[in-house]
Protein backbone atom coordinates (compact mmCIF):
# COMPACT_ATOMS: atom_id res chain seq x y z
CA UNK A 1 0.00 0.00 0.00
CA UNK A 2 0.94 3.81 -0.96
CA UNK A 3 2.72 6.29 2.08
CA UNK A 4 2.45 9.42 1.92
CA UNK A 5 5.01 11.78 3.06
CA UNK A 6 4.07 16.16 3.11
CA UNK A 7 6.36 18.76 2.82
CA UNK A 8 6.23 22.19 2.13
CA UNK A 9 4.90 24.09 5.48
CA UNK A 10 5.69 26.75 7.30
CA UNK A 11 5.45 30.30 8.46
CA UNK A 12 4.27 32.80 5.90
CA UNK A 13 2.95 36.53 6.52
CA UNK A 14 -1.40 37.12 5.45
CA UNK A 15 -1.37 37.40 1.84
CA UNK A 16 1.80 35.24 1.13
CA UNK A 17 2.10 31.80 -1.07
CA UNK A 18 3.28 28.47 0.02
CA UNK A 19 3.39 25.28 -2.21
CA UNK A 20 2.54 21.86 -0.11
CA UNK A 21 3.84 18.72 -1.79
CA UNK A 22 2.69 14.99 -1.09
CA UNK A 23 5.47 12.25 -2.62
CA UNK A 24 3.56 8.84 -2.72
CA UNK A 25 5.73 6.33 -2.24
CA UNK A 26 3.96 3.77 -4.65
CA UNK A 27 3.75 4.18 -8.78
CA UNK A 28 -0.14 2.92 -7.95
CA UNK A 29 -0.15 6.61 -7.30
CA UNK A 30 -1.76 7.39 -10.36
CA UNK A 31 -4.74 4.95 -9.99
CA UNK A 32 -5.66 6.92 -6.12
CA UNK A 33 -8.34 9.68 -5.87
CA UNK A 34 -6.28 12.30 -4.01
CA UNK A 35 -6.93 15.00 -1.41
CA UNK A 36 -6.09 18.03 0.93
CA UNK A 37 -7.19 18.27 4.39
CA UNK A 38 -6.43 20.53 7.08
CA UNK A 39 -7.37 20.75 10.81
CA UNK A 40 -7.34 23.56 12.98
CA UNK A 41 -6.88 23.49 16.98
CA UNK A 42 -10.18 22.83 18.42
CA UNK A 43 -11.69 21.91 14.89
CA UNK A 44 -12.94 18.89 12.86
CA UNK A 45 -10.35 18.06 9.87
CA UNK A 46 -11.98 19.64 6.89
CA UNK A 47 -11.20 19.07 3.00
CA UNK A 48 -9.20 21.71 1.13
CA UNK A 49 -9.27 20.65 -2.28
CA UNK A 50 -9.54 17.40 -4.22
CA UNK A 51 -8.18 15.58 -7.64
CA UNK A 52 -9.13 12.14 -9.17
CA UNK A 53 -7.18 10.02 -10.62
CA UNK A 54 -8.41 11.54 -14.27
CA UNK A 55 -7.68 15.00 -13.00
CA UNK A 56 -11.18 15.89 -11.65
CA UNK A 57 -11.00 18.71 -9.22
CA UNK A 58 -13.19 20.37 -6.20
CA UNK A 59 -12.28 22.66 -3.96
CA UNK A 60 -13.57 24.15 -0.65
CA UNK A 61 -15.29 27.08 -0.91
CA UNK A 62 -12.93 29.12 1.50
CA UNK A 63 -10.54 28.67 -0.69
CA UNK A 64 -11.78 28.86 -4.26
CA UNK A 65 -9.68 30.99 -6.30
CA UNK A 66 -6.72 31.10 -4.00
CA UNK A 67 -5.76 27.38 -3.47
CA UNK A 68 -4.82 24.97 -6.71
CA UNK A 69 -4.42 21.41 -6.87
CA UNK A 70 -2.39 19.68 -9.18
CA UNK A 71 -0.81 16.04 -9.62
CA UNK A 72 2.43 14.67 -11.52
CA UNK A 73 2.16 10.81 -11.76
CA UNK A 74 5.38 10.86 -12.85
CA UNK A 75 6.32 12.18 -9.83
CA UNK A 76 4.26 10.44 -7.26
CA UNK A 77 3.23 13.59 -6.49
CA UNK A 78 0.51 16.05 -5.81
CA UNK A 79 0.40 19.66 -5.01
CA UNK A 80 -1.38 22.36 -3.36
CA UNK A 81 -0.42 25.79 -4.41
CA UNK A 82 -1.86 28.51 -2.03
CA UNK A 83 -1.96 31.78 -2.59
CA UNK A 84 -3.21 35.15 -0.85
CA UNK A 85 -3.15 33.11 2.37
CA UNK A 86 -4.72 34.31 5.33
CA UNK A 87 -4.64 33.49 9.41
CA UNK A 88 -7.43 31.36 9.45
CA UNK A 89 -5.42 29.09 6.92
CA UNK A 90 -3.22 28.30 10.14
CA UNK A 91 -3.83 24.37 10.37
CA UNK A 92 -2.02 21.18 10.63
CA UNK A 93 -2.59 20.22 6.13
CA UNK A 94 -2.85 16.36 6.01
CA UNK A 95 -2.43 14.94 2.53
CA UNK A 96 -5.17 11.59 1.79
CA UNK A 97 -5.20 8.81 -0.80
CA UNK A 98 -8.63 6.82 -1.65
CA UNK A 99 -9.02 3.57 -3.94
CA UNK A 100 -11.84 1.41 -3.15
CA UNK A 101 -11.44 0.36 0.30
CA UNK A 102 -8.12 2.04 0.42
CA UNK A 103 -7.80 5.42 2.40
CA UNK A 104 -4.18 6.48 3.23
CA UNK A 105 -2.87 9.36 5.37
CA UNK A 106 0.14 11.90 5.67
CA UNK A 107 1.07 12.43 8.83
CA UNK A 108 0.53 16.33 8.01
CA UNK A 109 2.68 19.50 7.79
CA UNK A 110 1.75 22.83 9.87
CA UNK A 111 1.10 25.80 8.19
CA UNK A 112 0.82 28.80 9.98
CA UNK A 113 -0.31 32.22 8.72
CA UNK A 114 0.87 35.27 10.86
CA UNK A 115 2.13 38.61 10.72
Known amino acids: QVQLVESGGGLVQPGGSLRLSCVAS????????MGWYRQAPGLQRELVAR???????NYADSVKGRFTISRDNAKNTVYLQMNSLKPEDTAVYYC?????????WGKGTQVTVSS
Open 96 to 104: NGQIRAIDK
Open 26 to 33: SSTFRFYD
Open 51 to 57: ITSDGST
